[in-house]
């Protein structure tokens, strides 16, 4: 935190301070010290493993500690861990906050749940009753760690203020920092509460100790999945930028072109697995061109029936470069086939209506739109009511309308991406910003019906292609 502003150095302070408040009745509180020790010691011995290896939080030890203690003794076990570890957080600032952070947390869950008569629940093992107050401690512990993490990041990262309406960044960050912690936490609540009742049983704190080490199998798991998630995000960015790189005039389309299908597909209310799928289907439906000549994808002037043919290759060529890539699942399918019309005039094979995947479809509608509302060699970019005029007259021929409709609807939402709404895009390219109206960038060519045809290399615009049928290999 090197570079922290001064008004985030006030509010760790602050915190810092009302955590060590917390702390003040502790001579008074009767706290069995071993277990205090020996639950520091855990979590000491825990946390930098876990933040290290895994890359996460390890909430359990904590979480134990609020079920078994008095609320000033509790918000003393992280302390050591977050003070004397230095796994991530190697400054003496960062530490502070860790500390500050996860004692107020921790002093918040100890004291709702014995607010509650958790307490008397673990001793007991008083099923199913111990889940009320011990779900309660979790959420506290829950609320107050987003409350706090969103204050610095208000802070620290400069979140602008809340918006007119009640629903602006500094809101929407706090809400999604609950939503986040909230399902793993509420795991690592279950796990803390187990080892709170052993502890309190006949087997003992050695018992409840155990309870640890399925927790580190868990998110060693859950790291590799990280990690492999990882790797296929390199996968892809290396592939996208061989395409930019190559094709510069659509430097930012395959982006856009995968925020736009992620839109649509959330429209359509497709599940989360095959909206991801999408996204990877729209970032690499053209990198096929890595198979086409430069010359061509560069060329401003019309293509000759030869150099189109050898464009029309594109989406097979890309194939055929993701065909051993098992994660894109049905993504391969779009790569192949985007470029087919639903009156069967498109292009590799011709597929007719519901012969043409719907994650082809969905990414023929996105491509499209990206494509009319970026500002190309040949024309500047079309406004957005356009774009979605031109789709809508073509839909039933060449797109599915049920895309068309779910990307205008999408666009129609007052919440929708600014992502998606302000992607690269070639200078004085006003493309689909919201703020773009037809007065302020009318294009410079008559508009096209689905009876022209594109002006220049690999358009995505409605129009009629060539198309090549055959049978799909």
């Known amino acids: 935190m090197e570079a922290v502003p ?5 509010y760790v302070t602050c915190v810092a301070s ?12 009767h706290a069995p010290w071993w277990v205090v020790a020996l639950l520091a010691g855990l979590y000491a ?3 930098p493993i876990v933040r290290r290896r895994f890359a996460g939080t390890f909430h359990p030890v904590l979480l134990a500690g609020a079920f078994l203690l008095p609320p000033p003794a509790a918000a003393l076990v992280p302390l050591p861990g977050a003070l004397l570890s230095g796994a991530g957080q190697p400054t003496p600032l960062r530490r502070i906050w860790r500390a500050a952070q996860s004692s107020l947390a921790v002093w918040s869950a100890s004291r709702v749940h014995w607010a509650l008569g958790g307490r008397d629940a673990v001793v007991g093992s008083d099923f199913p009753y111990a889940l009320v107050p011990a779900g309660a401690a979790v959420l506290a512990f829950c609320l107050v760690l987003a409350v706090l993490d969103g204050g610095i990041l208000a802070l620290g990262v400069g979140v602008a203020p809340l918006g007119r309406r009640g629903s602006g960044p500094l809101r929407r960050a706090w809400r999604g920092l609950l939503s986040r912690s909230l399902a793993p936490t509420a795991v690592h609540g279950l796990a803390g509460l187990m080892m709170a009742v052993l502890w309190r049983s006949p087997y003992g704190p050695v018992a409840a100790s155990l309870v640890l080490l399925p927790m580190c199998v868990s998110g060693w798991v859950f790291a590799q999945y990280h990690r492999e998630r990882a790797a296929h995000q390199a996968t892809i960015r290396a592939l996208v930028q061989a395409v930019d790189i190559k094709d510069g005039y659509t430097r930012g389309h395959s982006e856009r072109v995968g925020q736009a299908s992620v839109m649509i597909a959330r429209e359509l209310g497709l599940d989360d697995e095959r909206v991801e799928v999408l996204r990877f289907a729209g970032i690499l439906h053209d990198v096929g061109k890595l198979g086409v000549p430069t010359r061509l994808l560069r060329k401003d002037g019309p293509l000759t ?27 391969r399918a779009a790569i192949l086939h985007h470029h087919e019309r639903l009156d069967g005039s498109g292009y590799p ?9 719907e994650c082809a479809r969905v990414v023929a509608v996105a491509d499209a739109f990206d494509a009319m509302t970026s500002t190309r060699s040949y024309r500047r970019a079309r406004p957005v009511p356009v774009a979605l005029e031109e789709l809508k007259r073509c839909a039933g021929t060449q797109f599915d309308p049920r895309m068309v409709t779910a990307l205008t609807r999408a666009l129609g939402r007052p919440g929708r991406p600014r992502a998606a709404e302000a992607g690269c895009r070639a200078e004085g390219d006003r493309g689909w910003h919201p703020a773009v109206t037809a007065d302020e960038a009318r294009p410079s060519v008559p508009l096209s019906g689905c009876s022209s045809e594109p002006p220049a290399a690999g358009a995505s615009e409605p129009g009629p292609l060539p198309s090549r049928r055959g049978t799909p290999r």
């Open 45 to 47: 011995v825990f946390e």
């Open 305 to 331: 029936p030869e150099e189109r043919r050898v464009i029309e290759l594109h989406p097979e060529y890309g194939h055929e470069m993701v065909r051993g890539i098992s994660f894109l699942g049905e993504a």
């Open 6 to 10: 001064a008004r985030a150095r006030v």
């Open 349 to 357: 094979y011709g597929l007719i209506g519901g012969q043409i995947p």
């Open 18 to 29: 009302l955590a060590l408040l917390c702390l003040l009745p502790l001579p008074s509180s």
